[in-house]
């Protein structure tokens, strides 16, 4: 019990910019763990190497609805504050930041970011504006926090990929990769998984496992990876019903289109029972 209440006191719940600049004032090492909350392992994984890389970590909870590019999605976004808190204690986070969307978007922020006609690929192509959001609440993240590192998993690598070029450029924030955390079936962990059923996501396991498979199939033969999509994709099409957005590999150095001599990710996108998964392998 009082080693609860130690844990209570030692994390620090942050509601407004004062205190939000007193808790960074002088900070030399601090990690940055964004995120929107429903937190699962893997928000957990970022958290933990954070702790082992500096010296106090911060991780933000904001559903930003900049990114959403859909307002049903946005309002559909599950949510767990409660939750949330729990799991942030028993880690021994030392900063919670809970911003208010009046208050993140309060004033013009001059430096908006734009994304170039050639990054208008993959998610970019398909949720118009949404790593325009994301970029944005990272750069007013950054400019209020000034973290040394912000922890991304690679799961949403395009994400990863934007945030580092992006904000590497203009700050001396480091942008850190951490690796995809699945359950037992391979499923890529994520908040919207809970908008699943068990049978749903074990369907999404056989998914996810078939396209292992092809990552693998394309690996040894890359002049035949658009045959090799084309079956599969018409195979999940019609086997689960999926809806997929894109099913495309591109090297990881720059996300183009050329897999030779280069390591490379196969990427997806799809909705399964309306919701909308995306991983890459
Ligand atoms: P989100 O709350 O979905 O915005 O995610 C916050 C951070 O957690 C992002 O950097 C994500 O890439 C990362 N993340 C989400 N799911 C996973 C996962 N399964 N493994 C590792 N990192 C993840």
Redesign the pocket.
């Known amino acids: 019990m009082f080693y609860l209440l130690i844990i209570l006191l030692q994390m620090k719940l942050i509601k407004h910019i004062t205190d939000l600049n007193k808790a960074v004032n002088g900070q030399k090492k601090l990690g940055f763990?964004?995120?929107?909350?429903?937190l699962?392992?893997?928000?957990e994984?970022?958290i933990k190497i954070s702790k082992k890389k500096c010296e106090k970590t911060m991780v933000s909870i904001f559903v930003n609805p900049t990114q959403f590019n859909n307002k049903n999605d946005y309002k559909n976004y599950p949510r767990s504050l409660n939750k949330d808190l729990k799991v942030l204690k028993k880690l021994k986070v030392d900063y919670v930041y809970i911003p208010t969307v009046t208050q993140i978007y309060r004033g013009v922020d001059k430096s908006k970011i734009s994304l170039n006609k050639l990054e208008k690929i993959l998610c970019a192509k398909f949720r118009k504006s949404h790593f325009e959001g994301v970029l944005n609440i990272l750069n007013r993240f950054v400019k209020l926090i000034s973290p040394k590192i912000i922890?991304?998993?690679?799961?949403?690598y395009q994400?990863?990929f934007l945030v580092k070029k992006y904000i590497e450029k203009k700050y001396r924030t480091k942008v850190y990769l951490?690796?995809?955390?699945?359950n037992s079936n391979m499923v890529?962990?994520?908040?919207r998984n809970s908008l699943l059923n068990q049978a749903n996501l074990e369907s999404v396991g056989l998914i996810t496992r078939k396209l292992f498979d092809l990552k693998y199939s394309i690996n040894k033969n890359k002049n035949k990876s658009n045959i090799l999509i084309k079956e599969i994709k018409k195979e999940l099409t019609q086997k689960f019903d999926v809806k997929i957005e894109y099913l495309e590999c591109r090297n990881t150095d720059n996300l183009s289109t050329n897999l030779y001599k280069r390591p490379f990710k196969l990427f997806i996108a799809y909705y399964f029972k309306n919701v909308r998964l995306i991983d890459n392998y």
């Not at 763990?33 to 429903?38: A, F, K, L, R």
């Open positions: 763990v964004p995120t929107m909350g429903s699962h392992k893997g928000h994984s970022l922890f991304m998993g690679e799961k949403d994400q990863f951490s690796k995809t955390i699945r890529a962990l994520s908040s």
